[in-house]
């Protein structure tokens, strides 16, 4: 049974930073991709990052590029998402995602998921 566990979510004000963490469990590592997907109040689900975990190739959404980095570490199954220089907009529910039949930010096609981890920026 994959398990995909988020953690390091919490409040900061604008400009700090965070870095979240997904440990997956039953589920190995390959090429397809893991991903990190947003939901802020009211709105669709967004993708924000995405990695191959394999050949380390990573994505990102326009509004995140410079600011967060997706990695990952094969050796404990898990994936991070440092996040700096945090705006309020980047409130929202942040989940973990695995293996999407589709594009690799389209937050629609991924096929597991984890409970999410709350990350609110003040202002």
């Known amino acids: 049974q994959v398990q995909l566990v988020e953690s390091g979510g919490g409040s900061v004000q604008a400009g700090g930073s965070l870095r979240l963490s997904c440990v997956a469990s039953?589920?190995?590592?390959?090429?397809?991709?893991m991903g990190w997907i947003r939901q802020a109040p009211g709105k669709e689900r967004e993708g924000v990052a995405s990695?191959?975990?394999?050949?380390?190739?990573?994505y990102y959404t326009d509004s995140v590029k410079g600011r967060f980095t997706i990695s990952q570490d094969n050796a404990h199954n898990t994936v991070y998402l440092q996040m700096n220089s945090l705006k309020p907009e980047d409130t929202g529910m942040y989940y973990c995602?695995?293996?999407?039949?589709?594009?690799?930010?389209?937050?629609?096609?991924?096929?597991?998921w984890g409970q999410g981890t709350q990350v609110t920026v003040s202002s």
């Open positions: 995602a695995a293996e999407p039949w589709g594009g690799v930010l389209d937050a629609k096609t991924y096929k597991y």
């Open positions: 039953g589920y190995t590592f390959s090429n397809r991709a």
């Open positions: 990695i191959r975990p394999v050949l380390g190739f990573a």
